[in-house]
């Protein structure tokens, strides 16, 4: 019994060493191949659980009657001329028809994108996959022409009686495998045969699963198949080499993993991701693989392509560039500021993923803790301590980033300058939420409570209107879809007097805007005015004035799409 | 000699299964309490479900092997110097460790591994695995 006992310790005790000595060896991130999540789920079941939750893992999906959250029951929608009816084929399939009076065409639902706010359709056409022109918005149960998801205008038509040309009604049938890929899937690969043109697209699962943030698990899952090696990496408290932790490598790094998607970017060689795919892997430096877009990215040699994507300052005004805002905060240059500080994958409501121990202001207030003193905040903030002006994101974050016919809060964190701001020709932090308020007027607020000299002498030509008003007539399609929405936020404030100004001011925008995505908006925000109660009068504004403001804004139309 | 050791073996073997059936059955009344009370701490955490389960039955099963021991097992040892002496505190050690690692397990657990007391079962499933080997061995050798 001795002699066996010995020898058990004798080999538990070269195991150990030979554990330590592995325990230390690093990740061979060529030989890492991805296993998909049904085997990190083996040992990770509650993380598994927990992210299942959230709309990442259901970002890609085979069509299914799990994954189609549309009715296709026959509904119809009709947009420009073309009537597109969704309903059920012979077999079961999703199948959308099209008819613009002279041709009938259809597609059959292969894949869905989306499970938050709009969810989009692939068709599979000859190995393809592209996205089909109508889109399902889950909050409001109807289904869109993607011209109103995407800042598209209205398209030429050639008289009310004729539908618009067919490559009009399809401007956003583009292409899944070298497009929507990249972001929306484990380590895609377009496959492009540069000599064919074709495809062999693939991708290690639909859907963001747990290696597109986490890298490839499969030397993470052969190295943990040793109990000691486990009990080991638990006893020590050390980061498994093995696989990527967001939450325990460096802040910056751990943005980057974040920022891959949630931060348009480009690389030096785009032919070698679309023949290749992306081989950027969580934990490795993002700068190896591609650079995110800044107003300044030059394509092709040209300056300018993705100007219209940032505000004049250099802030996004674009969602998927949250990464870039980010980066350009304040809060980063301590460098302890990462997604994760605010964000949780596997926590919180899956709208929004804010980590649940830190909803509302503690998000801000969990570095700024002297905001937390009695009387702190309605010190800094120059409102009272309950209202809307004191909380943090309010100045901080404001609202002006468009995306997916919504206006997202700004992740550029930064200190309100509504003089500057007016320089750079984008909205600001204070007439966004004094929606009945001149530029000059948030200026001087301003400049009063820091005690500065007012730098707003050389604007006076915005006092003559409320900014928002301004914006929403004369500005570009952003400019005019972030005060449309602004306008209809519980946060805007105004003097009773102005809410028949600005009932007959959105009321315009509807009747006239050529952009859908505004109207919607305009439209969001006329009901939530209404609903406010009080009288109802015409637009206030002369009718000379609104034809020079819209003509203003005719000469700024511009198109975002992907 | 032989007689005196083999009747201090009996007795040890008679009140370890005793008092060991008594404690882990005490523990499985506590299990099916947590479900009746619905306690999350325990309904919530299926590996705390499995491992205190684990430890209630080969507790269970281990007191009625000491006890089976006692009344089966001895009689095959009688013509060792001990009186089976060895064997017994084998099963004994087993009957400890074994139900003690799976229950205390449960403590500090990680998502998919229990905690490190776990490493109480292989040494006492060891010491189950000799004694059984022993006691097959004796069964053949007896007449």
């Known amino acids: 019994m001795a002699i066996l006992a010995a020898l058990a310790l004798a080999l538990l005790a070269h195991d150990a060493r030979d554990t330590a000595r592995e325990l230390d060896r690093p990740r061979t991130f060529a030989r890492s191949g991805y296993v998909g999540s049904g085997q990190c789920l083996r040992c990770h079941a509650q993380h598994g659980a927990s992210f299942r939750r959230t709309y990442h893992a259901t970002m890609t999906q085979e069509a299914s009657a799990a994954s189609v959250l549309a009715p296709f029951d026959g509904s119809e929608l009709e947009y420009m001329g073309v009537r597109a009816r969704m309903q059920r084929g012979p077999r079961g399939e999703y199948r959308m028809t099209f008819d613009d009076g002279r041709t009938h065409w259809q597609a059959d639902v292969a894949r869905t994108v989306g499970s938050h706010r709009y969810q989009q359709f692939l068709a599979r056409e000859a190995g393809v996959y592209f996205r089909l022109p109508i889109a399902w918005d889950v909050a409001r149960a109807r289904f869109i022409h993607m011209n109103t998801a995407f800042l598209t205008a209205d398209p030429p038509r050639p008289n009310p009686s004729q539908a618009i040309a067919r490559s009009d009604y399809d401007r956003h049938v583009t292409r899944w495998n070298d497009n929507c890929?990249?972001?929306?899937?484990?380590?895609?690969?377009?496959?492009?045969?540069?000599?064919?043109?074709?495809?062999?697209?693939?991708?290690?699962?639909?859907?963001?699963?747990?290696?597109?943030?986490?890298?490839?698990?499969?030397?993470?899952?052969?190295?943990?198949?040793?109990?000691?090696?486990?009990?080991?990496?638990?006893?020590?408290?050390?980061?498994?080499?093995?696989?990527?932790?967001?939450?325990?490598?460096?802040?910056?790094?751990?943005?980057?993993?974040?920022?891959?998607?949630?931060?348009?970017?480009?690389?030096?060689?785009?032919?070698?991701?679309?023949?290749?795919?992306?081989?950027?892997?969580?934990?490795?430096?993002?700068?190896?693989?591609?650079?995110?877009?800044?107003?300044?990215?030059?394509?092709?040699?040209?300056?300018?392509?993705?100007?219209?994507?940032f505000w004049n300052d250099g802030t996004p005004r674009l969602t998927a560039y949250e990464y870039q805002g980010y980066l350009q905060s304040a809060c980063t240059s301590g460098g302890k500021l990462e997604c994760e500080s605010c964000h949780a994958m596997h926590a919180g409501d899956p709208a929004g993923q804010i980590r649940p121990e830190l909803a509302g202001d503690r998000m801000c207030t969990q570095c700024h803790r002297e905001l937390t003193a009695p009387g702190a905040i309605a010190a800094h903030t120059h409102h009272s301590a309950s209202s809307n002006g004191s909380r943090c994101g309010a100045c901080h974050m404001p609202n002006l980033v468009y995306g997916l016919a919504s206006v997202h809060l700004s992740h550029r964190i930064e200190t309100p300058d509504p003089a500057a701001n007016a320089a750079s020709g984008r909205p600001d932090a204070c007439t966004s939420c004094h929606v009945d308020r001149t530029r000059?007027?948030?200026?001087?607020?301003?400049?009063?409570?820091?005690?500065?000299?007012?730098?707003?002498?050389?604007?006076?030509?915005?006092?003559?209107?409320?900014?928002?008003?301004?914006?929403?007539?004369?500005?570009?399609?952003?400019?005019?879809?972030?005060?449309?929405?602004?306008?209809?936020?519980?946060?805007?404030?105004?003097?009773p007097g102005h809410r028949a100004r600005i009932v007959g001011l959105l009321q315009d925008t509807l009747d006239h805007d050529p952009y859908?995505?505004?109207?919607?908006?305009?439209?969001?925000?006329?009901?939530?005015?209404?609903?406010?109660?009080g009288p109802i009068a015409p637009s206030a504004l002369a009718p000379e004035l609104a034809q020079t403001l819209r003509a203003r804004a005719a000469q700024a139309a511009i198109e975002i799409g992907e | 000699m032989n007689e005196l050791a083999a009747a201090a073996e009996l007795l040890r073997a008679r009140r370890f299964g005793w008092t060991s059936l008594c404690i882990w059955a005490a523990l499985g009344l506590g299990l099916e309490a947590a479900h009746g009370w619905k306690l999350s701490a325990y309904l919530d955490d299926p590996l705390t479900q499995t491992l205190l389960r684990l430890g209630h039955a080969h507790g269970v099963l281990l007191a009625c092997a000491s006890l089976l021991y006692a009344s089966q097992g001895l009689p095959l040892l009688a013509a060792r110097s001990d009186g089976g002496h060895a064997i017994g505190r084998l099963l004994r050690i087993a009957g400890l460790t074994m139900p003690l690692g799976f229950a205390l397990g449960a403590l500090g657990h990680g998502e998919s591994d229990p905690g490190v007391a776990i490493f109480l079962v292989p040494a006492g499933a060891l010491c189950l695995l000799l004694a059984l080997a022993q006691l097959a061995l004796a069964s053949f050798r007896a007449r």
């Open chain 1, 440 to 495: 000059s007027w948030a200026a001087d607020a301003l400049s009063r409570w820091l005690k500065r000299e007012s730098s707003t002498s050389a604007n006076d030509a915005h006092t003559e209107l409320p900014a928002l008003t301004e914006q929403l007539l004369a500005g570009d399609p952003i400019v005019r879809a972030v005060a449309a929405d602004a306008f209809g936020r519980n946060t805007a404030a105004f003097a």
């Open chain 1, 181 to 309: 890929v990249f972001c929306h899937n484990v380590h895609p690969n377009p496959g492009l045969d540069p000599v064919t043109g074709r495809f062999e697209t693939r991708v290690a699962e639909l859907g963001v699963a747990c290696e597109a943030c986490h890298g490839p698990g499969g030397e993470h899952v052969a190295r943990n198949a040793d109990p000691l090696r486990r009990y080991a990496l638990h006893l020590s408290g050390r980061a498994d080499p093995t696989i990527t932790n967001p939450r325990r490598v460096a802040p910056a790094r751990s943005a980057e993993i974040c920022g891959r998607c949630h931060g348009q970017r480009i690389t030096s060689d785009v032919s070698r991701f679309l023949v290749h795919g992306d081989s950027f892997v969580p934990g490795e430096p993002l700068s190896k693989f591609s650079k995110p877009l800044a107003r300044d990215t030059t394509l092709h040699g040209q300056s300018g392509a993705f100007a219209a994507r």
């Open chain 1, 516 to 533: 859908p995505a505004v109207r919607e908006l305009a439209a969001r925000s006329l009901a939530a005015v209404i609903g406010r109660g």
